[in-house]
Antibody, heavy 114, light 107 residues
Framework: QVQLQQSGAELAKPGSSVKISCKAS????????ISWIKQTTGQGLEYIGY????????NYNEKFKGKATLTVDKSSSTAFMQLSSLTPDDSAVYYC???????WGQGTLVTVSS | DIQMTQSPASLSASLGETVTIECRAS??????LAWYQQKPGNSPQLLIY???SLADGVPSRFSGSGSGTQYSLKINSLQSEDVASYFC?????????FGGGTKLELK
């Protein structure tokens, strides 16, 4: 069955970066784009962007340009999202999703605190 | 960006009742709308896509309808396992955007 396994929770300091992974299994990795979504209690669900897992091409929500960088490693069927220049506003649960949002990872909690 | 307005923000209903959640888009999204269910501590789960198509494995008591800017999710014969938050999402205009969510509780 299709699974998206995300990396574990991160505690990061303001100004630093984190890189979250999303390992896909149960399907041909390049069959689906992978999207990334941010969830907070205050702002709800926000769409960050997606990556074409075949070409590596990306499309970002303007709001997250400069904040998120999406990459992919086809050899390991893994997508990555790096979040840079972290502030407390970046504290959230981050999800990867594929298959037209039919499949979601379990989420990665990122906490930004000094 | 297209704004998605969901109502109500919270809802209390009894077992066996029929529940309807509404979602209004700030412009026509041509039925490019999905509904998700999210239980506490879990990821969102796709229920409905293309406004009225049931996702694989979703019970038939869930249904979606609507067009243009107005859409709704209906849950017939509410079950205890339906207690969750529900979100709509448009994918007509990039960036895709989500509604604020409806928290469904048992009365």
């Amino acid at each position: 069955q299709v699974q998206l396994q995300q990396s574990g929770a991160e505690l990061a300091k303001p100004g630093s970066s984190v890189k979250i992974s999303c390992k896909a299994s149960g399907y041909t990795f390049t069959s689906y784009y992978i999207s990334w979504i941010k969830q907070t209690t205050g702002q709800g669900l926000e769409y960050i962007g997606y990556i074409n897992t075949g070409s590596g091409g990306t499309n970002y929500n303007e709001k997250f340009k400069g904040k998120a960088t999406l990459t992919v490693d086809k050899s390991s069927s893994t997508a990555f999202m790096q979040l840079s220049s972290l502030t407390p506003d970046d504290s959230a649960v981050y999800y990867c999703a594929s298959g037209g949002f039919a499949y979601w990872g379990q989420g990665t909690l990122v906490t930004v605190s000094s | 960006d297209i704004q998605m307005t969901q109502s109500p923000a919270s809802l209390s209903a009894s077992l066996g009742e029929t529940v309807t959640i509404e979602c209004r888009a700030s412009e026509d999204i041509y039925s490019n709308l999905a509904w998700y269910q999210q239980k506490p501590g879990n990821s969102p789960q796709l229920l409905i896509y293309d406004a009225n198509s049931l996702a694989d494995g979703v019970p038939s008591r869930f249904s979606g309808s609507g067009s243009g800017t107005q859409y709704s999710l209906k849950i017939n014969s509410l079950q205890s396992e339906d207690v969750a938050s529900y979100f709509c999402q448009q994918y007509n205009n990039y960036p895709w955007t989500f509604g604020g969510g409806t928290k469904l509780e048992l009365k």
